[in-house]
């Protein structure tokens, strides 16, 4: 096995660990959906925490070692069609994924303010913080962007 | 080996391909899920649940869509009657195979689990997938690390 090789099985391995943090994210949305008090919001927590890992780890590791792979391997070129298609996906999912977590995270925060102040019981703030429609549409996007970049890099248009 | 990686497949290979690897995607998805739901839900019924219901209402799915698009991608390569010289296809089916017995364990189990939590049991039969929800992610990262790498 070449460097080369180890290199391309650490890129795919980040990859898989990018979509996994974003399926752990998709399971914790429909969950949530349903959390209307401090303690169950605040309980989803290590999981969530598992996703930002997943989707951090993969985004940093499919870049860097994909780079690597563009200018390592013969016949890849930088400006090819392609990788500039998947650099731009990139970006677009990583940026809308900031956003999803940021929208998410008001409900986190608020189910702390509300534990802290010994509100244990259902609260109707909280539940519509949870079910942030923003928050499903921002996501969904970001799996978009992802699912376009798999298609990208499986299909290689312009290669 | 560079030029190897760089080698393009016939255009026929690519939708097969694409279903095999977003089937695995999803299937290691719901078992990281899984795993971390029960190992982070402490006897919290509610991460219990989540827990298993990923493991069959994602990870299973995922599993058959993977499971599809590995036998259709190795027909397309006309690789079928061929006995498996390979060591990276050795693996792949390996943990495929493998995986799905213990993947049918660890439903089954979780299934009977998930019931009992109405009674106040079945925790035990829980952390029986979750063990195996961590054995499969492990088994998984070495088919992946395979599937990529193709070790001779």
Do not use: C
């Not at chain 2, 089954?108 to 019931?115: A, Y």
């Amino acid at each position: 096995m070449s460097f080369d090789d180890w290199i391309l099985a650490l890129h795919l391995l980040s990859a898989f660990a990018y979509v996994a943090g974003m399926i752990v994210f998709w399971v914790l949305i429909v969950a949530v959906r349903r959390t209307d008090t401090p303690d169950g919001t605040i309980r989803m927590a290590p999981v969530v925490k598992v996703g930002t890992i997943g989707t951090a780890v993969g985004a940093v590791g499919t870049i860097v070692f994909g780079l690597w792979l563009t200018f390592s391997v013969g016949g890849y070129r930088i400006w090819d069609f392609w990788i500039i298609a998947a650099l731009v996906l990139w970006a677009i999912a990583g940026w809308l994924g900031g956003r999803t977590g940021k929208a998410y995270m008001e409900g986190m925060t608020k189910a702390q303010e509300l534990d802290a102040a010994g509100q244990t019981g259902p609260n109707a703030e909280l539940l519509a913080l949870n079910r942030t429609q923003n928050g499903l549409l921002l996501h969904t996007a970001s799996s978009i962007a992802l699912l376009l970049l798999l298609i990208d890099m499986i299909w290689k248009p312009g290669a | 080996m560079t030029s190897l990686l760089a080698m393009p497949r016939p255009d026929s290979w690519n939708f097969p391909l694409f279903i095999h690897v977003l089937g695995a995607m999803i299937l290691v998805g719901g078992t990281l899920t899984t795993a971390s739901a029960l190992i982070f839900a402490r006897g919290d019924v509610r991460l219990l649940r989540i827990g298993y219901w990923s493991l069959l209402l994602v990870g299973l799915p995922g599993y058959l869509l993977m499971r599809i698009g590995a036998q259709w991608i190795y027909s397309k390569e006309g690789l079928e009657d061929a006995p498996i010289e390979e060591a990276w296809t050795g693996i792949g089916f390996a943990v495929a195979d493998a995986g799905a017995l213990l993947l049918l364990i660890a439903l089954i189990l979780g299934g009977i689990g998930v019931r009992r939590l109405s009674s106040g049991k079945g925790t035990g039969l829980l952390k029986g997938t979750m063990v195996i929800s961590v054995l499969l992610l492990a088994a998984y990262v070495v088919a992946i690390w395979a599937m990529s790498a193709k070790p001779a």
